[in-house]
């Protein structure tokens, strides 16, 4: 069973820039296509970034396309993702996902809270 437990989050200066890290266990990481969403409260979850399993596609959203780097490393079981040009509506619980190619299951993070304020 995957396991995905995030790290990296809190508070950012606006203009500034974070690095989420996500740290994959129980099965090999080059299985899944993964990404990250994030949920703001009183708003419904948006797909931020995401990568297949092979890098041959990504996929960004448009509220950070252009600030948005998503990175895997299936060696390390790892995913990454950098945010620049932080904007206090970047405010949110970011949660790392991972989808099994095959079986299409789902396996989400607890998340990390990234505060982006002045």
């Known amino acids: 069973q995957l396991q995905l437990v995030e790290s990296g989050g809190g508070l950012a200066q606006p203009g500034g820039s974070l690095r989420l890290s996500c740290a994959s266990s129980?099965?090999?990481?080059?299985?899944?296509?993964v990404g990250w969403f994030r949920q703001a409260p009183g708003k419904e979850r948006e797909r931020v970034s995401c990568?297949?399993?092979?890098?041959?596609?990504?996929h960004d959203a448009d509220s950070v396309k252009g600030r948005v780097t998503i990175a895997r490393d299936n060696a390390k079981h790892a995913v990454y993702l950098q945010l620049d040009s932080l904007k206090p509506e970047d405010t949110a619980t970011y949660y790392c996902?991972?989808?099994?190619?095959?079986?299409?299951?789902?396996?989400w993070g607890q998340g990390t809270q990234v505060t982006v304020s002045s």
């Open positions: 996902f991972a989808e099994n190619v095959g079986t299409r299951e789902d396996h």
């Open positions: 129980g099965s090999p990481l080059h299985f899944y296509a």
């Open positions: 990568v297949s399993s092979g890098e041959y596609n990504s």
